[in-house]
């Protein structure tokens, strides 16, 4: 089982969910995020003060599948949420120790489904 988190741009939301789920990952979580990267942030100038804006805002997408679903759930997010330019996101995948649904108390790949 494996931990894939991704930190994509917001307007690339509802393509990766929707590869994602042509791909057969039904199962994500999606949470708002402020970072900042290679890209560093940008300056905004508003009433004559110039801000420096350095963390972007970005969405974190958290998927737990089996093994068998690891490169294609990657696939799904990277062809989906890729633009070429800098600030597309970065995928980190982990090693899920553990996995318990708790309405029927299944374990381990039945769990995540």
């Not at 804006?53 to 737990?64: P, S």
Request: aromatic content about 4%.
């Amino acid at each position: 089982m494996k931990l894939v988190i991704a930190y994509i741009r917001p307007e690339a939301l509802q393509s990766v969910k929707a590869a994602l789920t042509e791909a057969q990952v039904h199962r994500v979580s999606v949470t708002n995020a402020l970072g900042c990267g290679a890209q560093k942030g940008y300056s905004k100038s508003y009433r004559g003060a110039v801000n420096e804006i350095n963390l972007l805002k970005k969405v974190r997408v958290e998927i737990a599948v089996n093994d068998d679903f690891e490169q294609a759930t990657i696939d799904a997010i990277c062809g989906a949420a890729k633009t070429g330019n800098i600030g597309d996101g970065k995928i980190f995948v982990m090693p899920l120790e553990r996995c318990i649904r708790i309405r029927t108390g299944e374990e381990g790949d039945d769990a995540i489904g």
